[in-house]
């Protein structure tokens, strides 16, 4: 029997992912009829996702059995309130190698002290630089998700001491993991460079503040691939200014693109990239929407449910 | 029997080294005196040496079975007529493992675009700019000796697809390996970003000028941690104000320190830093001293033996 899917995205979106579902669903012998907008919402078993697509009530859609989201981020759609049916997050596999690239070598960034060496006047020969080793630096992930899980391996492959931290507890081979208070206080204690790859929930509001930043080493940078009120933008300024911290590269904000008078983008230790440390690659996260309609079909469990309660 | 090594290196490093060598010389059981200087130079069975130690003129040194320097690069050693005792190199693995962070983290730095992102003006949001995935970019070596090899493996790790040049052909698992003026030719029209880690010889002078830059990808990026006589500087600047190629980070010079007039320190697309793309490290480099020493006593071949003809 044809299932209908609804895509609801950009009209950009549909031109690039259209041929490619279509394909992957041939592939697998899906019978699917992929549409972009439908009279009959009761029709519709599947929705493939993007906040800021045309679908904003989805109250009428009472027979779909999956949302499945385009974006990693999940906290616009947890804002809508006529979003009740399941909802899948997207972790898309080239989002993970991107990520990892992006965040392995804004720590190779730091470990190299590449800033100082950009820096320095014509002449000044400062080769008393060299970095330590890796494996005399610590690499703390605070968010070891999926996707920083897998950014702390790549960290850890090059022979960085790393650490993570999750709400609950995990095992891993290589990163050590903390969980809880007393967890959070060991890894921002300990790290060198620290990583937060953690959703935008209430709990995670302005995670990097005063206090927290107190607790960390002495020259410490930040990287924050995550999201923008991670941190207290304020106290992060005061703690570069201070010299308490040495450097943050920064690529998501409180409001996005970042004004033009925003301090961060002419502060000597701050690197802003412009929301880019990764982005959903078509030809993965394609095959990642097509698994998981396939398992529905299937009957098995779908893949990265969002708990509501969790906020991610 | 008591046999006497002679360490012919600045006093800093007497300083340094000193104590780890006879800790280490202990521990394997090899009974050493080893010393700063000596009147009788037929007595020497060994020595530890630095091209700006004290002893210059080695004829005298007629007993001596190995001179092991501490330095990776001998071409200031082969200089020195008088040196003709059998002369090892020093491949550290420390020195590797430092090498490996240099490189990777340049050619993440490269692959990231992060020059473009340090030099946008304030409120720039060049979100177009994220980077492809590491698979889908080819990163050469030139020169897979033992550290480039390091190096390219480490390289590899992080999904870039790897290919690598030597005189004589190698054969590798994860890189592709090529040798001969044709795979030469290949390395250099493949790579997106081209690593330099070749010795200063006769042959290597001059190896990336107008006619080998012209063979490159456009857009392609030049690392270059090996040696400064490498490349004909004013052919890679006319490349690099051509948009030929894209950027450079130059760690050696044909002057070091380089002068302050030099223009490689003010352009936009050079990344220069202070020849401390690796260092000899202390505990690891004792290690490799003592190891070969090890060998000499108990008859096994001696490691890292310079081929007077090759030039390294």
């Keep these: 029997m044809t299932k209908t899917v609804l895509f609801s995205a950009p009209a950009a979106s549909w031109e690039s992912y259209a041929p490619f579902l279509k394909n992957l669903f041939d592939k697998v012998g899906l019978n699917i009829n992929l549409v972009q907008d439908t009279n009959n919402p009761l029709n519709v078993d599947y929705i493939i996702y993007a906040p800021n697509g045309p679908v904003q009530d989805f109250a009428p859609y009472k ?177 570069l200014d201070s010299d308490k911290l040495s450097g943050a590269t920064l690529d998501v904000f409180r409001i996005e693109p970042l004004p033009a008078d925003d301090p961060y983008w002419t502060h000597p230790k701050v690197l802003v990239t412009p929301h880019i440390a990764s982005e959903t690659r078509l030809e993965t996260s394609a095959a990642v929407v097509v698994e998981n309609i396939g398992r529905g079909e299937t009957g098995k469990p779908f893949l990265h449910l969002v708990d509501r309660s969790a906020g991610y």
């Excluded at 206080?185 to 503040?209: H, K, R």
């Design 63 to 239: 027979n779909v059995k999956l949302i499945q989201s385009l974006w990693a981020g999940v906290e616009t759609a947890l804002q809508n309130k006529t979003l009740t049916q399941p909802l899948a997050r997207m972790v898309d596999p080239g989002m993970s190698a991107g990520m990892a690239d992006y965040v392995l070598g804004h720590v190779m960034r730091h470990h190299l002290g590449m800033a100082l060496h950009g820096s320095v006047q014509p002449g000044e020969w400062r080769n008393d630089t060299a970095a330590p080793l890796a494996c005399n630096r610590t690499v703390g992930f605070l968010g070891i998700g999926a996707l920083g899980m897998y950014c702390a391996h790549a960290v850890a492959k090059q022979g960085f001491n790393v650490l993570g931290w999750s709400r609950n507890l995990k095992s891993d081979d290589v990163v050590k993991c903390y969980a809880g208070a007393d967890g959070f206080a060991q890894v921002l204690g300990q790290s060198d460079i620290l990583v937060l790859l953690m959703p935008d929930t209430p709990e995670t509001l302005n995670l990097i503040n005063a206090d927290t930043i107190a607790q960390m080493k002495d020259g410490a940078a930040i990287i924050n691939p995550g999201r923008g009120p991670l941190i207290d933008d304020a106290a992060l300024l005061v703690a």
